[in-house]
């Protein structure tokens, strides 16, 4: 049986992120841990516009190239983390953009964070998004690696090195991340027709 897939979706967008050695780490991570086929996702890549689509996103009817790219990126997932900034005790805009692009695409999926900022570590961001999540039918976890003062753990060679803590904290995510998804996947099973 194939293992789930996993996107871990790297949120900030703007010229001198420093986001990226974070997302790449908790990456390799999972990886490494062993539970989840891992794909990294970059926004930047994806280049969504501010959302415009003329049509609701529940009726998947897309007209722009960059929405009909993203739609299929995010309905071949199974769980996701968003490795996200914290702008202003609030998560970044691109992340909650990327969100209300789509509908059914995130739906019946767990989602947990990795976030990173000043001294919450990106915690309130984390935080603020996931009334969101729920309103899209994703169910976002409790667990969460948060990474207050994350610039003191890039070394020069631009490779994030995590404390003991963090690296727990991404194993104890990811345990629970792998529970949730096998206890969703029934619900992201296209429905079957019953007898009338």
Do not use: C
């Amino acid at each position: 049986m194939s293992r789930p897939l996993l996107q871990v979706i790297l949120v900030s967008t703007r010229q001198g992120r420093q986001g990226p050695p974070v997302a790449r780490w908790f990456a390799e991570h999972a990886r490494q841990e062993g539970s989840f086929t891992v794909e990294l996702v970059d926004l930047a890549e994806i280049a969504l516009p501010l959302f415009d689509e003329p049509e609701e996103p529940a009726t998947r009817r897309y007209l722009h190239a960059a929405t009909r790219r993203w739609s299929e990126t995010v309905a071949r997932a199974d769980a996701f983390v968003f490795v996200t900034p914290e702008y202003n005790a609030f998560p970044a805009p691109s992340l909650v953009n990327a969100l209300d692009h789509l509908y059914h695409e995130w739906g019946h999926k767990a989602a947990a964070f990795v976030s990173y900022g000043g001294n919450s570590g990106g915690m309130r961001a984390a935080q603020a998004v996931k009334p969101l999540l729920t309103a899209l039918q994703l169910m976002p976890l409790p667990q969460q690696v948060a990474i207050p003062s994350f610039t003191r753990l890039i070394g020069e060679d631009g490779i994030f090195r995590p404390t003991d803590a963090q690296a727990r904290a991404a194993d104890r995510l990811l345990a629970e991340l792998a529970r949730w998804t096998a206890a969703l996947a029934p619900l992201r099973r296209p429905a079957t027709p019953t007898e009338p």
